[in-house]
């Protein structure tokens, strides 16, 4: 069974940064590219950021603009994303998410963490 | 970026009648497109992929229908777990994959 796990969430204050995880398991995780969402409170989703298998190619969300990195260690089975610079517009559920073999849809999904950037 | 629009943003029925959800782009994704299923506390869950083919484990009352910049969702006897949020997706032209606004179907 496929399962995503994410954790490192919490409140932070604006400026702040996280560290955000997700293990993987019940697949090959190198061999699947990886995405992070967020949806804030009552809100839509959004998709947040982008990274293939071996983690040679990656994409942002533009307005990010630079303050958060993705990245995977395929040995741990973990997807990371790398929180800076935080702001009140950043609070959310963030979701890690498994592409398709099948193309571009999202068809695994992580139970979410929450961020909270307040003071 | 390509802007992704459903309606109705609520859609009130009765369980067992049919419901139908419309996706629209603002330029041709091709039959790149999915539907997610969202319950309160929940995560997203994938329904259909490739405009029409639904995911695993999918029950057949749900179908997808369209290509270009119109697309369906088509429940067609909702059930008391149908319930939830919906959104498409688009993954056609990306980065940005976008996401729709919801459609929130509703007793």
């Known amino acids: 069974e496929v399962q995503l796990v994410e954790s490192g969430g919490g409140l932070v204050q604006p400026g702040g940064s996280l560290r955000l995880s997700c293990v993987a398991s019940g697949f090959t995780f190198s061999s699947y590219e990886m995405n992070w969402v967020r949806q804030a409170p009552g809100k839509g989703l959004e998709w947040v950021s982008y990274i293939t298998g071996s983690g040679s190619r990656i994409y942002y969300t533009d307005s990010l603009k630079g303050r958060f990195t993705i990245s995977r260690d395929n040995a741990k089975n973990s997807l990371y994303l790398q929180m800076d610079s935080l702001r009140a517009e950043d609070t959310a559920i963030y979701y890690c998410?498994?592409?398709?073999?099948?193309?571009?849809?999202?068809?695994?999904w992580g139970q979410g963490t929450l961020v909270i950037v307040s003071s | 970026e390509i802007v992704m629009t459903q309606s109705p943003a609520t859609l009130s029925v009765s369980p067992g009648e049919r419901a139908t959800l419309s996706c629209r782009a603002s330029?041709?994704?091709?039959?790149?497109l999915a539907w997610y299923q969202q319950k309160p506390g929940q995560a997203p869950r994938l329904l259909i992929f490739g405009a029409s083919t639904r995911a695993t484990g999918i029950p057949a009352r749900f179908s997808g229908s369209g290509s270009g910049t119109e697309f369906t969702l088509t429940i067609s006897s909702l059930q008391s777990e149908d319930f939830a949020v919906y959104y498409c997706q688009q993954y056609n032209n990306w980065p940005p994959v976008t996401f729709g606004g919801g459609t929130k179907v509703e007793i």
């Open positions: 998410a498994r592409e398709s073999a099948m193309g571009a849809a999202l068809d695994s």
């Open positions: 330029q041709s994704v091709s039959s790149n």
